[in-house]
């Protein structure tokens, strides 16, 4: 079992950053693939991006493409999503998620655990 805690949401103007953070416990959880999600309100939950285990790739979606960074420290079990010139459709629950090795890290059906989300809102 792995456990994932996400933190860091909040209420942000546009244009503004946040980084959320997602601490894992639990069984070898820094040898899982993580990726983050978002589900903005009265839709469904997206993929916004991902990190092998390793930290040496990473894959974005869409138009958090160049705004958005993820990246991890094994050391401390954490990843993070920093989120830089936000835009109000970011709005939304941010969750984490782990995946085994040799998923295709793309597909929401690859992550085993997942995190209760975080808050994020942009006002205008």
């Known amino acids: 079992q792995v456990q994932l805690v996400e933190s860091g949401g909040g209420l942000v103007q546009a244009g503004g950053s946040l980084r959320l953070s997602c601490a894992a416990s639990?069984?070898?959880?820094?040898?899982?693939?993580m990726g983050w999600f978002r589900q903005a309100p009265g839709k469904e939950r997206d993929l916004v991006g991902y990190?092998?285990?390793?930290?040496?790739?990473?894959g974005y979606v869409g138009a958090e493409r160049g705004r958005f960074t993820i990246s991890r420290d094994n050391a401390k079990n954490t990843v993070y999503l920093q989120m830089n010139s936000l835009k109000p459709e970011d709005t939304g629950v941010y969750y984490c998620a782990a995946a085994r090795p040799f998923r295709i890290l793309a597909l929401s059906s690859a992550y085993d655990y997942w995190g209760q989300g975080t808050q994020v809102t942009v006002s205008s």
């Open positions: 639990g069984r070898t959880s820094s040898t899982y693939a």
């Open positions: 990190i092998t285990w390793t930290g040496s790739k990473e």
